[in-house]
């Protein structure tokens, strides 16, 4: 334990963060204590997902502040190898959502589903803590594969599961949607701020092992409270059968051999590309041949819910550079202050708690007049931010001089736009996947838009490895170079999307939809039970 009086910013940030943490664990103990059904507006149920989400958060968040580091500084891979693992990496957590979609869907429900993943969770972040010596010739290394594998799995029975619980507090035309989702967004960010900043602390100051370490109590931490507050769900996320138990242990079973899958698979970085590209194109093709198959309401709602999934690459691949490419950048070209390069990742989350309420008081605002940008517009403004983001890093890095430290204050500027492009995007788009999918396709549309997200991620793994240029490691003149070339093509696409949006608009129909009384709200309507393909419910 160092002498206050040699603290540095980075330890007196470790230490806010903690009393933070405990405020934050003391606000969510009055909730859970009270007796009243609802909190400022909302049910009990939504502020239990916040609260595991948020722990689940916590750990996630904080691995992957370190992950690049800890690939460039302890397995030694090059610059270009390591964004290009850590792309593979985050594109499949995003895409393993479709198998424990569908499994919920068809046998667990989202509860158990859920509590699987996080049991998958805690094994991956605690096997993270096992170092080895490093270097790539370290057999432990296979340690470390497996590690991804079960935190890759278990975000994928946890992940869309979790979101899909919100979506069935509420109906479909319940005025709160919109800013429930928003409050979950910024709930589970509080996680992931307090995570990074603790575990990049821990990981960089200390040693790998105790910033993933603590990761991994996060996690543990999530499941408990997941399990404690089952009253406060409603019965929402239970089976949608009663579930026999060998059955029930076969498909627990079969988790498990998906991470021996992984373990393989995140290896090879070539081979997910070519498995993205064949399954996105099968995908895309069931999806239109599902779509025409319906009346024309829906088959547009269909349309339009295509065009917004198909702008998720570009947004998430530029975005994704965070914790990649724009992380080293962080660490080698700015002039921190000593504070480690990790904790910068906690802008993105302490912005969006800062912002989210605005953003969620703004668009009820605007909506009881009249006046809400439609969700496609919202993309469109979303592209532009992440765009100018990219643009104004760039300027600011060029005009202080490319040979000079960059000025901390172009980081902040970096993460603020690209957070509030991330408000106009995220959230607005889980909503709209709830509230736009027709009843059978809905936790296929669910899937299809984590899919593409993880189409994003590997972009982001691509794009860092073009930073590394031939030689595979990062120059700051390249970096900015792509970064500058994103940033045009970014805006550029914001425009055509801002220009067509009115029609998808019309696309949407938003004036006929309506709520049907199935009991839990979301059910037999436009509720995805996770990624995956839903069963057609009786009698529909």
């Not at 891979?77 to 499949?92: M, Q, R, V």
């Not at 979506?167 to 800013?179: F, I, M, N, P, V």
């Not at 059978?440 to 073009?466: D, P, Q």
């Not at 490691?473 to 550029?492: H, P, R, S």
Request: hydrophobic share 50%; proline share 4%.
């Amino acid at each position: 334990m160092k002498d206050i009086g040699l603290w540095q910013e980075g330890d007196w940030i470790a230490v806010i963060a903690v009393v933070l943490l405990g405020a934050f664990l003391s606000v969510g103990a009055l909730i859970a204590t009270s007796r009243k059904p609802q909190f400022a507006g909302h049910p009990k149920g939504l502020y239990m997902l916040f609260f595991a989400e948020m722990w689940e958060r916590f750990s996630y968040y904080g691995m992957r502040a370190i992950l690049i580091f800890y690939l460039t500084q302890h397995w030694l891979f090059g610059d270009s190898k390591s964004n290009l693992i850590y792309g593979a990496y985050t594109s499949l957590v995003y895409i393993t959502p479709v198998l424990g979609g569908y499994l919920a869907d068809r046998y667990l429900g989202q509860r158990k589903a859920v509590l699987f993943g996080g049991v998958l969770l805690a094994a991956g972040h605690s096997l993270m803590a096992v170092e080895g010596v490093g270097g790539q010739n370290d057999p432990t290394i296979n340690v470390f594969w497996a590690a991804l594998a079960f935190i890759i799995v278990g975000s994928g029975f946890l992940k869309a599961n979790i979101s899909v619980m919100v979506g069935q507090l509420y109906k479909l035309t319940d005025t709160r949607r919109d800013s429930a989702y928003t409050i979950f967004y910024m709930g589970i960010n509080a996680g992931a701020a307090l995570g990074t900043i603790l575990v990049a602390y821990l990981g960089q100051t200390i040693g790998w092992g105790f910033g993933f370490g603590l990761a991994g109590i996060g996690m543990l931490a999530g499941l408990i409270v997941f399990v404690l507050g089952k009253k406060a769900l409603n019965g929402a996320g239970e089976a949608p059968a009663p579930l026999a138990k060998s059955r029930e242990m076969t498909i627990y079973a079969v988790g498990l051999g998906a991470v021996a899958v992984i373990w393989a698979l995140v290896q090879y970085q070539d081979v997910i590309q070519t498995l993205l590209a064949i399954s996105g194109v099968a995908l895309l093709g069931y999806v239109l041949y599902e779509s025409f198959k319906l009346e024309k309401e829906p088959r547009e709602r269909m349309f339009a819910i295509l065009f917004l999934i198909s702008l998720n690459p570009l947004f998430w691949g530029l975005f994704e550079q965070a914790g990649g490419s724009m992380n080293l950048f962080t660490d080698r070209f700015v002039d921190r202050g000593g504070v480690p390069a990790g904790i910068f990742q906690s802008i993105n989350p302490i912005i969006i708690i800062l912002v989210a309420p605005l953003f969620a008081t703004l668009w009820m605002w605007l909506g009881k007049r009249g006046a809400e940008p439609s969700a496609p517009a919202k993309f469109g403004l979303a592209l532009a931010q992440m765009g100018f983001a990219n643009l104004v890093l760039v300027w600011g890095a060029q005009a202080y001089g490319v040979a000079a430290m960059t000025p901390v204050i172009l980081v902040f500027a970096y993460y603020f736009f690209a957070t509030t492009g991330e408000l106009c995007l995220s959230p607005v788009g889980l909503s709209a996947m709830n509230r736009l999918a027709p009843t059978f396709l809905a936790s296929l549309i669910m899937g299809a838009w984590f899919y593409m997200t993880a189409v994003g991620n590997f972009v982001a793994g691509k794009i860092g490895e073009a930073t590394g240029g031939h030689d595979g490691q990062m120059t700051k003149q390249g970096l900015l170079d792509v970064y500058e070339l994103f940033g045009w093509i970014a805006i550029g696409a914001a425009v055509v999307v801002l220009l067509l949006s009115p029609i998808v608009k019309r696309w949407m129909h938003l004036d006929t939809l309506s709520d049907r009384d199935d009991g839990l709200a979301g059910i037999g309507e436009a509720e995805p039970q996770a990624a995956g393909v839903h069963p057609e419910p009786k009698g529909a």
